[in-house]
């Protein structure tokens, strides 16, 4: 997958760039990167956790990024960092192009509205289609089969996959990421009921998606009914997740796949999110909370919980109640053992 | 976002396309529509709740739609209605254009079939395809990138997004909105397993969505492996369910976000369906029935039930259940308790 | 819908096709086929399970599939074979060509690069892209507006859907069907955490999915982060499911709508998994495993067992702690009538 995308660099090279700590000789040339059980000879690898050290003697990697305090190699050269794994996810990016977006250049089938702000630099694929008055930024990429919306804005760098809508009038940030099959800026689920019918309210609010967010596949994230859908500046989203109208997502918080927020619900910053984890509606959950997965929360969590469960609460206390009930059967026998000691040795216990 | 779409009404035609009564000077002149807490001079909003009856003096709009039974307001004209949300959006749809739904024309490159049956002003996006023998009514709306298969068929003034299909001989009735990514007639999960293989059963049926249905993003409606799926007349659905094959849904049913559905099972009409709740295949669930968050119903349920949890049962008696389970910790001391004061006077207790 | 296919076949051939026993006239004509309780005159239909019997002196049909110990028959021409309904969709699928899907051609509208390798008899949908390098099997059949990217290689007799994307370099076997929607080698849900922001992860590695592997709707199954997410051969995924980065899923496992498997997970041979089931990553599930609907599962699991619940746990043991749970405020009173009993009787049992 890599044909064409291997240059060399020195150890010395690769440490400026992460201000590593060499442990090894400077000189020695690196030629692509791998995780640590399948690098081969003049590969560069990591170990983050003391669990792999193990791997420091036999790797015939030529280069490991290591902990301040981790053991030497007796076959690799060295480069201490404060945090490998992302020192190596850096260098794989920045210095081997691993993982780097193709800019494909701006497909001749693709539709642009006249009154669109396009940069020079667009790349944009087959059968794609760009609205009236939507404003795209420098170097951002978007691919096949899909649509920007009249009035949309897409910030700077933005990825934006394949079968993908931005509706109208949504506003994207800068170095977003936005995966094949999701929808930003769809209609909320929101009806006026009178007797048994529905009637659909007219969603004329947006989605404002910061810089920095990264959204999976096959996502919905619905537009404020009046007002904002809003998710902050670093969050990160799984595939097929749920953001019901006037959500707000915290900055830096992550949501694993299949989980739903209901609509006009906060989450705070920081927040940790597992999958298939449900939000009613109208809450606001604290900061630097976590959640388990398939937590079910029908009420407002302060700052700093972990909960877990349905309806969801206090982990500790959870785990607690359901060693509990992991014992029902026997503890329902001693309560009957109980029950029949007491009636053996006092008939009259039945009286009220 | 409503630029070129406000226009002036005076209290008088607003009061009479809502049969409200007014009270304040009924030429008072209305340039828009907004929430209460957002509406500025000459703005239209509504209050529904008591609770936002502060608003009835403090607000810059000019009018007000309130209940019956509304206390006056010293700065706004009122208008008088039994249902203020509802007359709000519909004067919002009307009167002033908002959230109607943009007659693109037809684009030059959607490929419609010869053999197809299209209204003279039919809306159709970029690399749209509508195959043989389809039929479209009339004023319908369909967006970029989706497919009509052969022989389906669309009511009168439907809304259809962007990259949905609509797969063959499906048929859809008037007035139906379905959103980007959905997708309408796919095959539905059925095999004849042979030892320990598994072999596709032709689905030979359809799926017919009813008048008025609405059906959100990325959402699943599979086929009729014989026979037919359908959602009866109104129903809602929000974005990412599993509706499977020969699912019945009744009328002015509601479904939120991420639930499914099973095989063959049948929802009652006017029956509430919380986010995440999951339905087994094969059972019947009774009409005005409401579903708790995350409930999993394993058997049928009558009509007027609400139910919670999983299993699925009564609300009412689940929470008592959940009570109980929420002090398991402490039952277990007090368990314990009684064990030792037993165990304390009665030493031969532990016989049998 | 079947307008065209319908063709003739004597009981003789039916029977030859599936090696059958006839009892009844052999030359009886069969002009379709259809489901028992909707056959009509001269149709084939089946009858699997007991409870249908009753059908076998009713129908109008002129032949009915039977298990080889089936009653007699007074109106039809019975064939007995060991499995009614495989041998009824193997005769629908192949004698009468139900469900087979249509070979279109190849649309001018397609867009296939240069060095990608096609078979002559390819069928390729409208606004459909093949990228550079990717390699086709004979005979496989893309829908309309999907992207098979550069690199990509699907084998012989594939179905693959609209708004479908298959990534670069993502290795599809022979048979496998792809429903519309549904994305196949996303990047993973990685990310590097350092202080509060998260970094990406690229995701160099990729995805197999083995001959006859079956993928419903609005599916996602992410790319290895490094090396490969691998669904082996005959495993089928129903509708909205999540399959993450490195997970590999066994063969002929089944998995119905909305269930999420997390990264590395490794789900073994012949598993059943009903919907919205949630795994957390890195545990490893055994063969021939079953799981309830909405099971949560948190660590791995042996094989042979049935599942259910959150945690999940053995199935037969969960149901006796449901069955104490559905019993808890009862528990309760039981609880508190020992402890008023023991005060009464033993005013000196609070003390410690």
Redesign the interface.
């Known amino acids: ?2 044909d064409g995308k291997i240059s060399t660099r020195t150890v010395k090279e690769i440490a400026a760039f992460v201000n590593g700590q060499i442990d090894g000789a400077e000189n020695t040339a690196v030629v692509g990167v ?2 640590i059980d ?1 690098a081969q000879t003049g590969f560069l690898a990591f170990i983050a956790q003391p669990k792999y050290d193990t791997f420091l003697d036999t790797t015939p990697a030529a280069a490991i990024l290591v902990r301040p305090d981790s053991p030497q190699s007796k076959t690799a050269c060295l480069i201490r960092v404060p ?1 490998p ?2 020192a190596f ?2 260098i ?2 920045e210095l081997f192009a ?3 977006p193709e800019k494909h250049g701006r497909h001749n ?1 693709a ?1 642009i509205a006249n009154s669109a702000e396009i940069p020079d630099n667009l790349s944009i ?3 794609s ?1 760009i609205g009236e008055n939507a404003k795209i930024g420098d170097a951002t990429i978007i ?5 920007i919306a009249p ?1 949309a804005r897409l910030g700077k760098r933005c990825q934006i ?3 993908v ?1 931005i509706a ?2 949504v506003i994207v940030g800068n170095d977003v ?1 936005i ?3 999701s ?1 930003i800026g ?2 909320g ?1 929101g ?2 009921k ?1 007797q ?9 609010g ?1 989605v404002i998606l910061e810089d920095n967010v ?1 959204i ?3 996502v ?1 994230v ?1 537009r404020g009914t ?2 904002i859908t809003r998710i902050k500046k ?1 969050a ?1 989203l ?3 997740i ?1 953001v ?1 109208h006037n959500v707000v997502i915290g ?2 918080t ?1 949501i ?3 989980s ?1 927020i ?1 609509g006009s619900t906060e989450i705070g ?2 927040v940790i999110i ?3 984890v ?1 939000f ?1 509606g109208h809450i606001k959950i604290g900061n630097r909370t976590t959640f388990a ?2 937590a ?1 929360i ?1 009420k407002s969590i302060p700052d700093g919980m972990t909960i877990s ?3 969801g ?1 206090n982990h500790t206390r959870a785990k ?10 026997e ?2 026998k ?2 009957r053992k ?2 029949k ?2 009636k053996k ?2 008939p009259s ?1 039945d009286e009220k």
């Open positions: 997958m890599e791998a995780p399948q945090n794994y992302l996810v850096r794989a990016r691993i993982g780097e089938s539709i694929g087959p059968y289609v691919g096949n089969n899909s649509t009035g996959g394949n079968n809508t109208h009038d990421i995966q094949a099959g929808v769809s209609d689920f009806y006026v009178d048994d019918k529905y009637y659909k309210i007219p969603h004329v947006t990264e999976g596949v096959n919905t619905d009046f007002g670093g990160k799984d595939n097929l749920q019901a900055e830096n992550v694993a796949s299949q739903g209901s910053d920081n597992a999958g298939q449900g009613v997965a398939q079910g029908t469960g349905y309806p609460r607690r109640e359901e060693a509990v009930i992991r014992q029902g059967p503890l329902l001693r309560l109980l029950e000691f007491i040795h006092f216990s």
